[in-house]
């Protein structure tokens, strides 16, 4: 499904345009058509543009063999530092898509359109310096029947300007189509219906590796164009993502590898994601070589953004610890990784407990932790030894302090105290109501 809006009479804008070789005919079938490539393909570079704009088109040049999207980044630019940075960075960041993509922006999206198709590299043209420019363009950025193009030709036609300097009428009478309406449309005095692009609800897109691969580098590559399209959906749309489902294909007949990549927190910037996955695919053995990789993916609807401070505070360090977390557990494995929780219970023994990090549960941070008013040290040993075995001069520092708890279940009476030898070493050590003693832990 698609949504068609008419531009206002005056369409003159801001538009960027991306524009595919080889994929002249697949912006209107799914199967694609003259000119190769395959609509699948427009349907992911739509995806990958959505990151500047949630009104993205699909476009075609059935006879400059080209296709792709155009979008309006009128009210976007200025995020990027404006239209100049804006194309920048989307002829940056495109080349992972394909290398051979060529982008540029105009006033009109027709002219950014017949710009891109053009392969023109320069950069925004405003409006003042439109008409100049347009009138420069080839004709075959007109999308007319050949009989056209080459009677326009015939009569010595070989620009736009040529074209927009005769009267319209004549020229849609000697045409079986109607050049007055694009001409209107490239200079925006005419208004330029578009359909816009739908995105799915849901992110399950798979792309065909050249050639089988056991290499990670390769599949990474794969993966981070995959990647780089669910953002471009996430930003579009004001959603995140906090599980991430990967599929790699082998031959056939042989069952997929799949894994998956969960997130402490919901991520909109999936450029983290990327280590994360080459962490994964470093430790992954693979049966055979893989063919395709899948990602599959759920968006979150309720995700509010976090506002940028100017100072790292809080919520800047809970985000690199989250981000720790997430590379660790790519690393290592979900089950080798976890959060220590405080437990209301006197005896240090069982006042803590270790809990595996799952991304899809939150963490509760605030939990009841008893009045503690003597020193903890950081080392505590797994079981208390006999003070015997530990050979040093022991001496008093602190304590003692009463521990007395666990009557339900295993009661522990308890006097506390801090002991220091003639080296520095100090020790948490407690005597028993018989009077005897036992290390419990080292301090730092």
């Known amino acids: ?118 392969c023109d590299a320069a950069g925004w ?106 953002e471009g959906l996430l930003r579009g749309s004001g959603r995140a993502v906090q599980r991430l489902r990967f599929s790699l294909g082998h031959a056939p007949g042989q069952p997929e590898t799949v894994f998956e990549l969960a997130l402490t927190r919901p991520l909109q910037n999936l450029a983290p994601v990327t280590a994360l996955l080459r962490e994964r695919l470093a430790r992954l053995r693979l049966p055979s070589p893989v063919r395709r990789v899948q990602l599959q993916s759920t968006p979150l609807d309720a995700w509010q953004p976090q506002s940028p401070e100017l100072w790292p505070g809080p919520a800047e360090a809970a985000l690199q610890r989250d981000a720790l977390l997430d590379r660790l557990r790519a690393r290592l494995g979900a089950g080798a990784v976890s959060t220590l929780e405080a437990v209301a219970d006197h005896r240090p023994e069982v006042a803590w407990r270790a809990t595996p990090v799952d991304a899809a549960k939150p963490r509760q941070r605030n939990i009841a932790k008893p009045n503690c008013r003597g020193l903890r040290p950081l080392w505590l040993l797994p079981t208390p030894s006999p003070l015997d075995e530990i050979p040093g001069d022991w001496l008093e520092e602190r304590g003692p302090e009463r521990i007395e708890s666990g009557w339900w279940e295993n009661p522990a009476a308890r006097d506390y105290y801090v002991l220091r030898d003639s080296k520095g070493r100090r020790l948490w050590a407690y005597r028993t109501s018989s009077g005897s003693w036992f290390a419990h832990g080292w301090f730092a």
């Not at 009128?74 to 495109?94: E, K, N, Q, T």
């Open 125 to 230: 043209v405003d409006a003042a310096q439109w008409p100049a420019r347009l009138a420069r363009l080839p004709l075959s950025v007109l999308d007319m029947p050949g009989h056209d193009h080459n009677l326009l030709a015939g009569i010595g036609l070989h620009t736009i300007g040529d074209c927009m300097a005769l009267p319209r009428g004549d020229l849609d009478r000697r045409c079986g189509s109607t050049p007055s309406v694009q001409l209107d449309r490239l200079s925006g005095r005419a208004s330029d219906p578009r359909r816009w692009f739908t995105p799915p609800s849901d992110y399950d897109r798979a792309a065909e590796l050249l050639h089988e691969t056991w290499h990670a580098d390769a599949i990474l590559f794969t993966g981070r164009r995959l990647l780089a399209e669910l």
């Open 1 to 118: 499904m698609a949504a068609v809006s008419a531009w206002p009479r005056d369409a003159r804008g801001a538009w960027l345009a991306i524009a595919l070789p080889d994929a002249g005919g697949a912006a209107g079938r799914p199967g694609g058509g003259p000119g190769g490539g395959s609509g699948d393909e427009l349907q992911g570079l739509a995806l990958w543009a959505m990151r500047y704009s949630p009104l993205v088109s699909l476009c075609r040049n059935v006879r400059l063999c080209r296709g792709g999207v155009v979008a309006e980044v009128a009210g976007s630019a200025h995020l990027f530092g404006g239209i100049d940075r804006l194309l920048a960075d989307a002829r940056a960041g495109v080349l992972d898509l394909s290398p051979d993509a060529t982008c540029a922006a105009a006033p009109t999206a027709a002219g950014a359109w017949a710009l891109a198709c053009c």
